[in-house]
């Protein structure tokens, strides 16, 4: 393969492993450290208000510069820093369901790797990583023994049950998912 080729298929996997499922490659194939890359741009996923799954950039953005903030309160404790996104603060509510949010995928990614553990215990840590991930992040094929060219056939009944959940809650969003089985949402007394 040529090199514009291979600048090609990668720009065409870095875009299209956001949702779309598209492969124009067997990226199973490439060399580990552009499988990692991949691997990354699952768990990042999509923009801000765009269907597709992973952490988005913004809450990703957003933890980046708490992170940046926190550093800086550790070397000059009494200074001020406000968390600024375009121009814009960002207020301490909107930070920490960002930190929730996170922290609830982070749970569920740990969670959906070991459940595909107990249930598939014929998986590597790539499939079971990579197929957690792809399927939180509603990208489509993911690495390994999942990847582009292969079926997700190999998988039991309670892997697929599993796989489906997973899928459902990486589309419909984590805390969307949480407050649509919340008792208070279903209560007319409202």
Same mark, same amino acid.
Request: hydrophobic share 50%; aromatic share 8%.
């Given at each position: 393969?040529?090199?514009?080729?291979?600048?090609?298929?990668?720009?065409?996997?870095?875009?299209?492993? #956001?949702?779309?499922?598209? #492969?124009?490659?067997?990226?199973?194939?490439?060399?580990?450290? #552009?499988?990692?890359?991949?691997?990354?741009?699952?768990?990042?996923?999509?923009?801000?208000?765009?269907?597709?799954?992973?952490?988005?950039?913004?809450?990703?953005?957003?933890?980046?510069?708490?992170?940046?903030?926190?550093?800086?309160?550790?070397?000059?404790?009494?200074?001020?820093?406000?968390?600024?996104?375009?121009?814009?603060?960002?207020?301490?509510?909107?930070?920490?369901?960002?930190?929730?949010?996170?922290?609830?995928?982070?749970?569920?990614?740990?969670?959906?790797?070991? $459940?595909?553990?107990? /249930?598939?215990?014929?998986?590597?840590?790539?499939?079971?990583?990579?197929?957690?991930? #792809?399927?939180?992040?509603?990208?489509?094929?993911?690495?390994?023994?999942?990847?582009?060219? $292969?079926?997700?056939?190999?998988?039991?009944?309670?892997?697929?049950?599993?796989?489906?959940?997973?899928?459902?809650?990486?589309?419909?969003?984590?805390?969307?998912? /949480?407050? /649509? /089985?919340?008792?208070?949402?279903?209560?007319?007394?409202?």
């Amino acid at each position: 393969m040529g090199f514009l080729e291979t600048i090609r298929h990668s720009m065409f996997q870095a875009i299209s492993i #956001s949702s779309t499922g598209y #492969s124009s490659a067997d990226f199973a194939a490439w060399p580990l450290f #552009s499988q990692f890359v991949l691997l990354l741009l699952m768990i990042i996923g999509a923009t801000a208000g765009s269907t597709g799954g992973g952490l988005k950039v913004l809450r990703i953005r957003i933890a980046f510069e708490l992170s940046k903030r926190e550093i800086l309160k550790i070397i000059q404790p009494r200074k001020v820093v406000a968390i600024r996104f375009n121009d814009e603060v960002i207020d301490e509510k909107r930070i920490w369901t960002v930190l929730g949010m996170l922290s609830s995928w982070t749970v569920l990614v740990t969670a959906s790797i070991l $459940a595909f553990s107990l /249930l598939e215990p014929s998986l590597n840590m790539t499939d079971v990583l990579s197929v957690s991930l #792809s399927l939180l992040g509603n990208t489509g094929p993911a690495l390994g023994a999942f990847g582009p060219t $292969a079926t997700w056939a190999a998988l039991g009944e309670p892997s697929l049950i599993v796989a489906s959940l997973l899928m459902w809650l990486g589309r419909l969003e984590l805390l969307t998912v /949480l407050v /649509l /089985l919340h008792p208070k949402t279903w209560r007319s007394d409202t």
